[in-house]
Nanobody, 113 residues
Framework: QVQLVESGGGLVQPGGSLRLSCAASRSIVSDYTMGWYRQAPGNQRELVAGITSRGNTNYADSVKGRFTISRDNAKNTVYLQMNSLKPEDTAVYYC???????WGQGTQVTVSS
């Protein structure tokens, strides 16, 4: 069993920044593609960013140039640096080890003035 624990969410003004962290209970970050997803009220969960075991990254068009996914294998942690935040980025953000059943519990990000 693997636990994924997100942290770093909160309330931020438009244009601000947040860094989300996803800590895994055991070594999984380096072995699997890791993804950050988000779900806003009334919307389906969507992929925001992913990073493969080789370090290749991909982003949703809506966050390209503003968000950066990275990982620290030694700390079993995946990060999502979010800059130039917009109100439409408001959602619960989840960490997921792709092609496994492992999801984090989510962290709320609210962008509002």
């Amino acid at each position: 069993q693997v636990q994924l624990v997100e942290s770093g969410g909160g309330l931020v003004q438009p244009g601000g920044s947040l860094r989300l962290s996803c800590a895994a209970s055991r070594s999984i970050v380096s072995d699997y593609t890791m993804g950050w997803y988000r779900q806003a009220p009334g919307n389906q969960r969507e992929l925001v960013a992913g990073i493969t075991s080789r370090g290749n990254t991909n982003y949703a068009d809506s966050v390209k140039g503003r968000f950066t996914i990275s990982r620290d294998n030694a700390k079993n942690t995946v990060y999502l640096q979010m800059n130039s935040l917009k109100p439409e980025d408001t959602a619960v953000y989840y960490c997921h080890a792709v092609h496994t059943p492992y999801w984090g519990q989510g962290t709320q990000v609210t962008v509002s003035s």
